[in-house]
C-alpha cells in the first residue's frame, strides 16, 4: 500500500500538524519508502487460533494507585487559577464567552 | 569489580572529566543541562552507607528529575521541569547517587544516532566524526568518556542496546515490567523500558539490581522479587564458570546483512562461551526478519497517541495563534523535529480507518508470533541466547539519510523490546578501532542468568587482553 498527498495531508490534519506545500512531496516519499518494508508483514502466516489469543488482552489491575507527591503545587502548572480551575489563555475564536482571568498576567477561560 | 571501585569515582572526578571532554566545538554535547553546584554540594553531605554513596550518576532527559529540566531533546519541552521524579531516579539517589545532569537524546527517544536532538548531535567519544548511537546517545557517551560509570538512559528497540554496542560499554534493558516506567515521557508504552549503562557488567547489574522492583505508581512494575542481580555478575569459579549453561546461536541473526568482521568476533566470543563450559547450539527464530517492520507500526501507532498532549495546553512551548486548531498546529509543528513528526504522520496513518486491520492488527499479532519464537527456545532448554547487538559500528555523523536505513540499526536489538525479555550488550572486539557489542537475550525476568554469562564472557576477555 502508499499513501498520496492527500492521505499525508489528512492524516496530519488528524494528528494537529500542518504540513507546507514544500515539504509534502518528500514526506509522501518517505512514508511511502517506510510503507513498503512495512509490507512485509502481509506476506506473514498466521495460526488460525493465535489471531484470538493476541486480541485477547491483558489482564486489568485495580485501579488504587496512590496519588503522585508532587514537588511543586498544582497551581504552580497554569499562568493563573481560580476556584480551582486552570486558567488558560482566550482564544479569539472564543469571543467574550467565560469571565475574564484573576490573574493580571492571564486572560482566559478555566 | 566491586562496589568499592564504583564509588571510588568521584563527583569532583567527574567535573574534571566533564570539563576536559564534553562542552566546546569539538566537545561530546553528551549533557543537555548540568548541577555542578548542586552536585558537589551533596558530595560534601551525603553519607557512606548506600551502596552508591557519592557515586555520580547522569540520567538520559526523558526521566523526570526535580530540579534539572526534562526536554526530551526537544524544542517543545524546552525548560519543562516535572513536578514529580521517575522512580528510578528516586531509587538512586537514595542509595546514594549524585545526579550530575541529563543527558542528550533524540528527540522523545525516536532515533538511532542522536542526530535528531534540537540540541545538536552527541559525538562518540571513540572517534568524535561518528555518532554514539541512540536514542540515548549522551548516557553512553558520559560513561564511554569516563564522566560517570553509571548512567540511565530508556529504550523502545535498541536505546540502551545499541549506543553502548557503538561506545564499547554495557548496557542492559530489563525485563519489561522489571523497572518502573514512572517518570519515563512515554513514546511507546508497550515497548519503553528504563535501562543502566555501565563500564563493566558487574556496574551494569548493581545499577539494574538498585532501580528494579515493583512501583505502586506503574502499572506494568511486576511484584516479583528481585534477586541480587551483582552476585550473578561476580565470576566465583574461573575454570567452568558457564558449565551446565547452554547457550543459543540464532541463525536469523548472522546473515548476509552482518558485517563479517563483527560476525567474526561474535565467532570468537561463541568459542570463549564453549570454553568457559558453555554448550552452544544453533537455534532458529523464524519470524526475525519481520521484527522491524512490525515495530515501525506499533511504535509510531504507539507515539502518535501519546505525544498528543504535547498540544500546548497539556504541555509543550504554546505559540499563539487566532483559533484552537491554528495553536495546535502552529505549537506542534513548530515544536516537533523532522522524525517526530514522520512517526507521527505514520503511527496516525496505520491506526486510521481503513488501515488499522492490514498495519495495526497485523503487527500486533506477529508480534506475538516473535514472542513465541523465544518463548519456544527456552523452553527447549536454552538458557541464553548470543547475537551481535549491531550490523555495523558506530557510522559518521550525517552518513545515514535513509529513515529506514537508519531504522536497520536496531535489526538486532527490537526483538527483546518486542518480546518484553531482558537483554545487554558488552564490548567483545574492535573493527578499524571502532566498539564492537555482543548481545545476550535471557528468558523473561531471568536477568540472573544473563548477567552470569556476560560475566564470564567478560572476564574471558579480559584474561586475554580486553575487547
Known sequence: MSVTNADVLHVAQLARLAIDDTRLPGLVAELNGILQHIDALQQAVIPADLAARAVAGMPLRNDDTPSVPLQRAREAFAPATRDGFFLVPRLATHGDAGASASSSDAEGDA | ?467
Not at chain 2, 126 to 144: E, F, I, L, T
Not at chain 2, 343 to 367: E, P
Open chain 2, 1 to 467: 569489580m566491586s562496589v568499592e571501585s564504583l564509588k571510588a569515582h568521584s563527583v569532583q572526578t567527574a567535573w574534571s572529566q566533564y570539563d576536559a571532554v564534553d562542552a566546546g566545538p569539538t566537545g561530546l554535547n553528551a549533557f543537555l543541562s548540568v548541577d555542578r553546584d548542586g552536585s558537589l554540594a551533596a558530595a560534601k553531605v551525603i553519607g557512606t552507607n548506600g551502596d552508591l554513596s557519592g557515586v555520580p550518576v547522569a540520567i538520559k532527559d526523558n526521566l523526570a528529575t526535580l530540579t534539572l529540566p526534562t526536554t526530551c531533546g526537544s524544542r517543545l519541552l524546552e525548560g519543562y521541569v516535572s513536578p514529580y521524579e521517575a522512580t528510578a531516579v528516586r531509587k538512586l539517589r537514595e542509595a546514594g547517587a549524585i545526579v550530575i545532569g541529563k543527558t542528550n537524546m533524540d528527540e522523545f527517544a525516536m532515533g538511532s544516532s542522536t542526530e535528531n536532538s534540537a540540541y545538536g548531535p552527541t559525538r562518540n567519544p571513540v572517534d568524535r566524526s561518528r555518532v554514539p548511537g541512540g536514542s540515548s546517545g549522551g548516557s553512553a557517551a558520559a560513561v564511554a568518556a569516563g564522566v560517570v560509570r553509571l548512567a540511565l538512559g530508556s529504550e523502545t528497540g535498541g536505546s540502551v542496546r545499541q549506543p553502548a554496542a557503538f561506545c564499547g560499554i554495557v548496557g542492559v534493558k530489563p525485563t519489561y515490567g522489571r523497572v518502573s516506567r514512572f517518570g519515563l515521557v512515554a513514546y511507546a508504552s508497550s515497548l519503553d523500558h528504563v535501562g543502566v549503562f555501565a563500564q563493566n557488567v558487574f556496574d551494569a547489574a548493581l545499577g539494574t539490581e538498585l532501580i528494579a522492583g515493583h512501583d505502586p505508581y506503574d502499572a506494568t512494575c511486576s511484584a516479583l522479587p528481585v534477586p541480587a542481580l551483582r552476585q550473578s555478575a561476580t565470576v566465583a569459579d574461573h575454570a567452568q564458570p558457564l558449565a551446565g549453561l547452554v547457550v543459543g546461536r540464532p541463525i536469523e541473526y548472522f546473515t548476509e546483512a552482518l558485517d563479517p568482521r563483527i560476525r567474526a568476533h561474535c565467532d570468537t566470543s561463541l568459542e570463549r562461551l564453549r570454553a568457559l563450559g558453555a554448550e552452544v547450539r544453533d537455534v532458529s527464530l523464524p519470524h526475525t526478519s519481520l521484527a522491524i517492520p512490525v515495530y515501525y507500526v506499533l511504535a509510531p501507532a504507539e507515539a502518535s497517541s501519546n505525544l498528543a498532549r504535547y498540544d500546548g495546553v497539556r504541555y509543550g512551548q504554546r505559540r499563539s495563534a487566532d483559533g484552537l486548531r491554528e495553536m495546535y498546529e502552529r505549537t506542534r509543528t513548530s515544536g516537533f523535529g523532522a522524525e517526530v513528526t514522520r512517526r507521527i504522520l505514520l503511527g496516525t496513518y496505520v491506526l486510521s480507518a481503513g488501515y488499522y486491520d492490514a498495519y495495526y492488527r497485523r503487527a500486533q499479532t506477529v508480534r506475538e508470533l516473535i514472542t513465541q519464537d523465544f518463548e519456544r527456545v527456552f523452553a527447549d532448554g536454552v538458557h541464553v541466547l548470543f547475537t551481535p547487538t549491531a550490523p555495523t559500528p558506530a557510522f559518521r555523523i550525517g552518513e545515514v539519510s535513509d529513515p529506514y536505513d537508519m531504522y536497520l540499526s536496531d535489526i538486532y536489538t527490537v526483538t527483546a523490546n518486542l518480546a518484553g525479555i531482558p537483554a545487554m550488550s558488552q564490548p567483545i572486539g574492535l573493527v578499524d578501532g571502532l566498539p564492537v557489542g555482543g548481545q545476550f537475550m535471557a528468558a523473561r525476568f531471568d536477568e540472573a542468568t544473563m548477567f552470569k554469562a556476560a560475566a564470564a564472557l567478560e572476564y574471558a576477555i579480559a584474561q586475554e587482553g580486553g575487547a
